[in-house]
């Protein structure tokens, strides 16, 4: 998986989804060789038969006010804070299955207090551990934001329904892609042993929806849980891609 992002196409993306925040949401690229679109995802037998329609959540920009300053760079990051650098040296040949996620978890929390989300995902994007990891950046957004305490948990979950990332069998809904049409039967498998919803996978597109239970995210103890739980769907073999659909703004 490659996140190729052109800044025109951050711009687009940040005034269509998000109209109050600024360069604070990423989207995940999906191979050329599939066709690009929000596909509807095709509830498993025993579901409530409301198609999933995943997407973003949105977030309140760190200090409120109405005007915006362009986030720091990676490079501005690690000046303004050398520890860093020294983690991503660390970190730099660990194996996902090997990485620690409540480590990860304390660094961005760092992060996020000093420079809110946008922070955040310009040093999860730049650094390529969004890449490594095989995450959406709005997945890293809702995780911060879930460890918010209860107001701040059950705002995230709100905001997300309303816009359709959580749908209305209680799950959170995403997409993966998939290398090839003879891997996905293998990948849906991997991912239902997770304990995560796996619907019908689409040729057309190349992507396999999917619905993670929020009884599931729930009972995880940690956000370096929560965060290990979403690197292992993002990251099962012959995943290339993840990402959440297009939002539904009507609501």
């Known amino acids: 998986m490659k996140s190729q992002l052109k800044f025109s196409q951050m711009l687009i993306a940040i005034g269509t989804v998000f109209m109050v925040l600024a360069l604070m949401l ?8 599939h066709a690009q679109g929000n596909p509807t995802a095709t509830p498993v037998e025993g579901d409530a038969g409301d198609n ?8 309140q920009p760190k200090g409120g006010g109405g005007k915006f ?3 720091p ?4 990051l690690i000046a303004q804070n050398p520890e860093l650098k020294t983690y991503l040296d660390k970190v730099k040949d660990v194996q996902v299955g090997d990485f ?3 480590e990860l978890y304390t660094i961005l929390a760092g992060i996020y207090d000093k ?12 650094s390529g551990l969004l890449e490594k990891l095989g995450l959406p950046a709005e997945y890293v957004d809702l995780l911060l934001l879930l460890d918010k305490g209860e107001e701040g948990r059950d705002a995230a979950i709100e905001t997300a329904r309303k816009l359709g990332l959580i749908s209305d069998n209680d799950e959170l809904l995403g997409f993966l892609t998939i290398g090839t049409d003879e891997q ?4 849906k498998t991997a991912i239902e042993g997770l304990g995560v919803s796996a619907y019908d996978y689409d040729a057309d597109t190349g992507e396999l929806p999917i619905g993670i239970p929020l009884t599931l995210i729930e009972g995880v103890q940690t956000p370096g849980e929560l965060f290990s739980l979403f690197a292992k769907i993002g990251t099962v073999d012959g995943v290339t891609g993840f990402r959440v659909p297009k939002p539904n703004l009507t609501k």
Do not use: K
């Open 26 to 33: 990423l989207p995940t690229a999906v191979p050329a060789s």
């Open 100 to 102: 620690d996620f409540s």
């Open 69 to 71: 300053s362009l986030p």
């Open 52 to 59: 999933p329609t995943p997407a973003s959540n949105v977030t």
């Open 115 to 126: 420079e809110g989300l946008a922070g955040v995902i310009i040093f999860m994007q730049d």
């Open 73 to 76: 760079t990676l490079d501005e």
């Open 184 to 187: 996905a039967p293998a990948v």
